[in-house]
């Protein structure tokens, strides 16, 4: 049956500078899941049947679906099951929530906590693996850090995971024992492989459904998932690609591998997404060219050579799929990028799109490369919304300077650079209205967009990124009825988006959330 949406505030984000409704009374008709026609309530009327279904806006903004264009689907779906960590003040209160976790898994399954702060706490630093046992006795335990950069597991957990000292990254207290922390990506991503690898085809599918149900309900209607790299075999790749048309919102698959050829085999067009050249900035892993302003013993960490990153760049290209890798420093960024300007001017190839996730802290060089190849960046703004206003982390980790030059969204904007939004969930939440929020409200005047660019982040960028912008990212006929109906208008109301309701979300014709009456 056809749909009619009536009297609303219908923001196609089809003109760059697009600011409010097509007219007064818009309306959209959908029919087999595509929009059929987008104006006045009464050619739209005409052209749908006369059963339609008609859904009343009163007055509501229309926007295209929203696109997480960076998240990571399965570790979004444990963070919905597991221990929330991220307002613990203390190890013991990490330890006692823990233990509540604990009482409701089954005996001998892991008990998984996600989003602990371990700089933030009190003691300032993960429970060694005893004060973990002592809290989760009866059950291997892992925790994540808010990053999912490092993490830590209790005695049994650490037995099973098989890592010992003079592993990198896996920590050791002043005698040379192991506390349990993992403080690298390559121990941790090692130690989660092995955390999460007991789950069943059956489990992980259900947390993909969590995770889809749970984005629907915050406007997305497209996750670009970077999976793969956490469970032997990538179960979670073929789990995630099985269930198509089964969850509630279109997803973009990006297989973490370096195998050209799993991806090739699976048909995707794609590949890697986290692949980590770097890691991140509050470990102090992400790679920098001069020292941590505070702590100068280190530069970060570079965990993919530069010839590894070539030859990698050079074969997945060369195979015609595009390319996404993980870069945050300074001197990772301009790894990456050159990467891709050697291979690109060796083998030209119109409009490959390879994307730089993050682009966090590029140098003017990676810039320039960056617009003379087309490079896609998937950015998160809700980032220096959350860790560069007052008391600044930035100026911490990298000083001033340093802090000044990251996430510069309106300079990329000038230069015509093509920046998605994501929330890297679950370092933070699936919310694009949050980040939207950060992007036009940033507490840097120098990295504020306007409203339309914020948007567009979200909508039209992000289909851009994943090559779908004939069928995704703005409102017009012929293109997946992907919407999100917000309570109030962005443009009006600037400063206050992230406090925007989604009133529903509708995913290719299919209404698959709507907000409850108070």
């Given at each position: 049956m056809d749909m009619i949406l009536?009297?609303?505030?219908?923001?196609?984000?089809?003109?760059?500078?697009?600011?409010?409704?097509?007219?007064?009374?818009?309306?959209?008709?959908?029919?087999?899941?595509?929009?059929?026609?987008?104006?006045?309530?009464?050619?739209?009327?005409?052209?749908?049947?006369?059963?339609?279904?008609?859904?009343?806006?009163?007055?509501?903004?229309?926007?295209?679906?929203?696109?997480?264009?960076?998240?990571?689907?399965?570790?979004?779906?444990?963070?919905?099951v597991a221990a929330r960590l991220e307002t613990a003040a203390s190890v013991a209160e990490v330890c006692e929530r823990m233990a509540e976790q604990a009482s409701r898994t089954p005996a001998g399954a892991w008990v998984y906590g996600i989003g602990c702060v371990p700089w933030a706490l009190a003691e300032g630093r993960y429970p060694t693996k005893e004060e973990l046992e002592r809290a989760v006795p009866d059950h291997p335990a892992y925790i994540a850090a808010v990053t999912f950069h490092s993490g830590s597991t209790n005695v049994r957990g650490f037995d099973l995971i098989g890592l010992r000292p003079g592993q990198h990254g896996v920590e050791v207290d002043a005698e040379g024992r192991p506390t349990g922390a993992f403080l690298s990506d390559d121990s941790h991503f090692a130690a989660a492989g092995v955390a999460?690898?007991?789950?069943?085809?059956?489990?992980?599918?259900?947390?993909?459904?969590?995770?889809?149900?749970?984005?629907?309900?915050?406007?997305?209607?497209?996750?670009?998932?970077?999976?793969?790299?956490?469970?032997?075999?990538?179960?979670?790749?073929r789990v995630l690609l099985d269930a198509g048309d089964q969850l509630d919102v279109h997803t973009v698959v990006m297989y973490q591998t370096m195998d050209v050829q799993k991806a090739l085999d699976l048909g995707l067009p794609r590949i890697g997404g986290c692949l980590t050249i770097d890691g991140a900035g509050f470990e102090r892993t992400a790679l920098m060219y001069e020292p941590y302003t505070d702590d100068p013993s280190t530069c970060g960490d570079q965990y993919i050579s530069d010839d590894e990153i070539l030859s990698f760049v050079r074969e997945a290209h060369g195979a015609g799929l595009q390319i996404g890798m993980h870069a945050i420093g300074d001197k990772a960024v301009d790894v990456l990028v050159s990467a891709y300007d050697q291979v690109l001017e060796e083998s030209p190839r119109e409009d490959a799109r390879h994307?730089?996730?993050?682009?966090?802290?590029?140098?003017?060089?990676?810039?320039?490369?960056?617009?003379?190849?087309?490079?896609?960046?998937?950015?998160?703004?809700?980032?220096?919304?959350?860790w560069d206003a007052e008391d600044s982390a930035y100026e911490r980790l990298w000083g001033p300077v340093r802090a000044a030059r990251a996430e510069p969204f309106a300079?990329?904007?000038?230069?015509?650079?093509?920046?998605?939004?994501?929330?890297?969930?679950?370092?933070?939440?699936?919310n694009?209205?949050?980040?939207?929020?950060?992007?036009?409200?940033?507490?840097?005047?120098?990295?504020?967009?306007?409203?339309?660019?914020?948007?567009?982040?979200?909508t039209a960028n992000g289909a851009w990124v994943a090559f779908e912008e004939n069928e995704k990212g703005t409102?017009?006929?012929?293109?997946?009825?992907?919407?999100?109906?917000?309570?109030?208008?962005?443009?009006?109301?600037?400063?206050?988006?992230?406090?925007?309701?989604v009133e529903m979300t509708i995913t290719a014709g299919r209404v698959v959330f709507e907000r409850a009456v108070d």
């Open positions: 009536v009297n609303g505030n219908v923001i196609t984000m089809t003109t760059a500078g697009a600011t409010a409704a097509d007219q007064p009374g818009g309306a959209v008709a959908i029919r087999d899941g595509r929009i059929l026609a987008v104006g006045g309530e009464g050619g739209v009327r005409s052209a749908a049947a006369a059963d339609a279904r008609v859904v009343d806006l009163e007055g509501k903004t229309v926007l295209p679906g929203f696109i997480d264009s960076h998240m990571h689907c399965f570790i979004t779906g444990i963070s919905l999460f690898g007991s789950l069943s085809d059956e489990e992980i599918a259900d947390l993909y459904r969590k995770t889809a149900s749970f984005a629907a309900s915050r406007g997305v209607t497209t996750l670009h998932c970077l999976d793969g790299q956490f469970i032997e075999g990538d179960r979670d790749v994307r730089v996730e993050h682009f966090y802290l590029p140098s003017p060089r990676a810039m320039e490369l960056a617009e003379r190849h087309g490079l896609a960046l998937p950015m998160q703004p809700v980032f220096s919304l959350l300079e990329l904007r000038d230069r015509g650079l093509v920046v998605s939004g994501g929330s890297d969930s679950p370092v933070t939440e699936v694009p209205l949050v980040g939207i929020h950060g992007a036009v409200n940033n507490p840097r005047a120098s990295r504020r967009v306007a409203v339309a660019d914020a948007l567009r982040m979200f409102i017009e006929p012929g293109k997946l009825a992907d919407l999100v109906v917000l309570d109030r208008d962005p443009f009006a109301e600037p400063g206050s988006i992230a406090e925007f309701k």
